[in-house]
């Protein structure tokens, strides 16, 4: 899967988004006001998302159009609509 999806990026990403989360963890111990919390929640959110779309970006772009060239169209269809599926359900 590795070579399916810019690793680089996504491993930029999601050190990133860890340590929004551990960001959010001091807060609370900080005694920070609960919207500025929650706003914070929403960032982190957000950049999950987005790392959601380079996987799936990366699946189009690899996975899917080497499984119409070499494999077997109606099994990589199946893929493809299996992991719109579960991008979609991330929101």
């Known amino acids: 899967m ?3 999806m810019d690793a680089d990026n996504l491993h930029r990403r999601l050190r990133k988004i860890v ?3 551990q960001a959010i963890d001091r807060m609370v111990d900080e005694d920070i006001p609960c919207e500025d919390i929650l706003s914070q929640i929403n960032a982190a ?3 999950l998302h987005k790392a959601g ?4 970006e990366g ?3 690899h996975c ?3 499984g119409i ?7 990589t269809i199946e893929g493809f ?3 719109v599926e579960r991008f979609s359900n991330m929101s």
């Open 45 to 47: 959110k957000s950049a």
């Open 53 to 56: 779309q380079v996987v799936l």
């Open 2 to 4: 590795k070579k399916c």
């Open 19 to 21: 340590g929004q989360v």
């Open 64 to 66: 899917v159009l080497d």
């Open 81 to 83: 609509t299996k992991a």
């Open 59 to 61: 699946h189009i772009r």
């Open 69 to 75: 060239r070499h494999g077997d169209a109606e099994k």
